[in-house]
């Protein structure tokens, strides 16, 4: 269902056996609201196959959030992900995708468990959509590739306790800047609050992949550029390591 977003223009349905001119298809065309493609996925069940010696894991909000961004990377359009607030999503568990422009293409998380209920879904079923008109016009003309690197990569994680309202997109691009040219990706990849997190506040965990260009990054140099990215944080959100 598409909902207008301005005033609509009205027109009479034109008679049968007569072709319509082309000013009455346009006042037809002016009663129709905007209807833009749209990118949209679901997630179910679990990652893969139960088997022995292995537990699969249940799909999350954080899969859904992934496979907007991987949509975002392969066009070259970066997603800003902030705290959201969408009727179809649980309260709480819901992502806001938007442009650096601050004009919002999309949601992702847990949906509603009213909206499970009446369709039969399996509970914590996890959903994204996005706006893919908004994308295409946003996507850069040529996309650059990234150089990849010879040299083994050097992944470090890091557990950051922050104040509940400070958006965990905002402390992942702090890392990123304090991190410097080293770093190849971060990531965030857990969300808790609870026993043993001071009330009012919340942990994220960051996963951080390290790669030189021209050499193997020694350990000491990988965790010299995690604390760099860390006393970046700390400064701008008073995060805490855990």
């Avoid at 010299?224 to 944080?233: F, I, Q």
């Amino acid at each position: 269902m598409f909902l207008p977003d301005g005033q609509l223009g009205t027109a009479s349905i034109p008679p049968l056996g007569v072709k319509p001119t082309d000013e009455v298809l346009d006042g037809l065309y002016d009663g129709v609201p905007d209807q833009p493609l749209h990118i949209a996925a679901v997630l179910t069940g679990h990652d893969s196959p139960a088997a022995a010696a292995h537990t699969p894991r249940a799909w999350d909000w954080a899969d859904a959030l992934d496979v907007a961004r991987l949509v975002g990377d392969v066009l070259g359009v970066e997603l800003v992900v902030s705290q959201g607030s969408h009727q179809a999503f649980h309260p709480g568990r819901a992502a806001q995708l938007a442009l650096r422009s601050g004009d919002v293409v999309g949601y992702a998380g847990e949906l509603h468990p009213k909206l499970l209920a009446a369709h039969d879904m399996p509970a914590r079923s996890v959903a994204l959509e996005l706006n893919a008109d908004a994308l295409f016009d946003a996507a850069p003309d040529v996309i650059v590739a990234k150089h990849i690197s010879g040299f083994p990569v050097a992944t470090q994680d890091v557990a950051l306790v922050v104040p509940q309202d400070v958006p965990a997109d905002a402390v992942l691009a702090a890392l990123r800047e304090g991190a410097g040219e080293l770093l190849e990706d971060v990531a965030l990849f857990d969300v808790y609050a609870g026993q043993g997190i001071e009330d009012g506040k919340k942990s994220l965990a960051f996963g951080l992949r390290f790669r030189a260009t021209d050499r193997t990054l020694t350990a000491d140099e990988a965790s010299e550029a995690r604390e760099a990215a860390v006393a970046v944080a700390a400064e701008r959100f008073g995060a805490v390591q855990r």
